[in-house]
Every structure is written in structure tokens, then in C-alpha cells.
């Protein structure tokens, strides 16, 4: 098996590309070991030394680290991926297969911009941050803000401030003028 690995824009996270589907449907974010424990092969990342974070994407696994240095986790974890889906087992544990956030929220009467905002994501900002290792979802939609959910490589990423406010605001405004700013949530 071969696992590719790649840098993305956040220098504490690695994306790795196991050549398999990691989650059929979806993403989830491990911000802690606790949250791993609907996942082996997540509590399995948390067990190598310097782990901070692991996010799972349709055919990716990013982990996020702390200040150990690659060079001395990334064999750990190429091995730890690898025996996971040598071994055939699931990546979540049963009945576990979608990271639930908190719900949507958004003015009364802006249905239409909201759907306007979600299709953009969906089809020209999602497919782009996932080829970086990360997610980035809606929200909400008040009083012409956006506010969006960064996760896996994005969040902390020092350039995410510049693609939210840039790339991702520009073009929500470009074709939402109703949208005024974007923010993080």
C-alpha cells in the first residue's frame, strides 16, 4: 500500500492520501482525544507522540501536530494509516459515520440568499480547501455576515484569515450582494 502525503498551507498539518475512501459521505474533525473515541484509527493517531488534531475528508486523513517536529512523527502515523486499512477494519466505529455541528442559523426571509451561499460553497470553495486537507461549512447568514466553519487544515492555518477574507469573500459578494463580510465561527 501507498500512502502520498502532502504539505498544505497550515505548516503544523500534513495531509495523507491512502489511495482508499476514508469516509464514504462527509467529513469529521478530532479537535481532542476525546473526540477520537468514535474512531480506532483516530485513537490510533492520537497515540503517536506530538498528535494535536486528525481530520477525515472523502479520501484523505489530515493530522494536525505541536511543535514536535514531522520528521519524527511521520513514520508513525504513514504506519499507523497503513495498518488501519491493511487490516480491514472500519475507520469509524459502528453507526458513528457523520460529524453532527450545531445547527444553522440565519435572518427569517433570507432562505433564498442562504441556498444562494451554500451552492457557492459547495461547488467552488468546498472541492478547493478539501485538495488543502480541510472543510470549510456554513453557518449562518445575519445582518449581511457570513460565518463559516473552518476545520482540518484550515483552522489555525495562518493563511486562513487571507482566504476568508479574499478569496472567499470576494467571491460571495461577487454573486450574493446582499453579503457584506465573511467571519469564522
Same mark, same amino acid.
Given at each position: 500500500?501507498?500512502?502520498?502525503?502532502?504539505?498544505?498551507?497550515?505548516?503544523?498539518?500534513?495531509?495523507?492520501?491512502?489511495?482508499?475512501?476514508?469516509?464514504?459521505?462527509?467529513?469529521? @474533525?478530532?479537535?481532542?482525544?476525546?473526540?477520537?473515541?468514535?474512531?480506532?484509527?483516530?485513537?490510533?493517531?492520537?497515540?503517536?507522540?506530538?498528535?494535536?488534531?486528525?481530520?477525515?475528508?472523502?479520501?484523505?486523513?489530515?493530522?494536525?501536530? @505541536?511543535?514536535?517536529?514531522?520528521?519524527?512523527?511521520?513514520?508513525?502515523?504513514?504506519?499507523?494509516?497503513?495498518?488501519?486499512?491493511?487490516?480491514?477494519?472500519?475507520?469509524?466505529?459502528?453507526?458513528?459515520?457523520?460529524?453532527?455541528?450545531?445547527?444553522?442559523?440565519?435572518?427569517?426571509?433570507?432562505?433564498?440568499?442562504?441556498?444562494?451561499?451554500?451552492?457557492?460553497?459547495?461547488?467552488?470553495?468546498?472541492?478547493?480547501?478539501?485538495? @488543502?486537507?480541510?472543510?470549510?461549512?456554513?453557518?449562518?447568514?445575519?445582518?449581511?455576515?457570513?460565518?463559516?466553519?473552518?476545520?482540518?487544515?484550515?483552522?489555525?492555518?495562518?493563511?486562513?484569515?487571507?482566504?476568508?477574507?479574499?478569496?472567499?469573500?470576494?467571491?460571495?459578494?461577487?454573486?450574493?450582494?446582499?453579503?457584506?463580510?465573511?467571519?469564522?465561527?
Amino acid at each position: 500500500m501507498f500512502i502520498q502525503t502532502e504539505a498544505t498551507p497550515n505548516p503544523a498539518t500534513l495531509k495523507f492520501l491512502p489511495g482508499r475512501v476514508v469516509l464514504p459521505e462527509g467529513t469529521y @474533525d478530532f479537535r481532542t482525544r476525546a473526540d477520537a473515541g468514535v474512531s480506532p484509527l483516530a485513537e490510533r493517531l492520537f497515540d503517536v507522540p506530538g498528535v494535536a488534531a486528525v481530520f477525515f475528508g472523502h479520501d484523505f486523513v489530515t493530522v494536525t501536530k @505541536d511543535d514536535t517536529d514531522w520528521q519524527h512523527m511521520k513514520p508513525a502515523i504513514l504506519g499507523v494509516i497503513m495498518e488501519q486499512f491493511m487490516s480491514g477494519q472500519p475507520v469509524m466505529a459502528a453507526g458513528q459515520v457523520e460529524d453532527i455541528e450545531e445547527g444553522e442559523f440565519f435572518d427569517e426571509g433570507a432562505e433564498e440568499t442562504v441556498n444562494t451561499i451554500k451552492e457557492l460553497l459547495e461547488t467552488r470553495v468546498r472541492p478547493a480547501v478539501a485538495q @488543502d486537507g480541510g472543510d470549510i461549512t456554513f453557518k449562518g447568514f445575519k445582518e449581511g455576515i457570513v460565518y463559516l466553519s473552518m476545520r482540518g487544515a484550515c483552522a489555525g492555518c495562518p493563511s486562513s484569515t487571507a482566504t476568508l477574507q479574499h478569496g472567499i469573500q470576494n467571491l460571495l459578494r461577487h454573486f450574493v450582494p446582499e453579503v457584506e463580510e465573511v467571519r469564522p465561527i
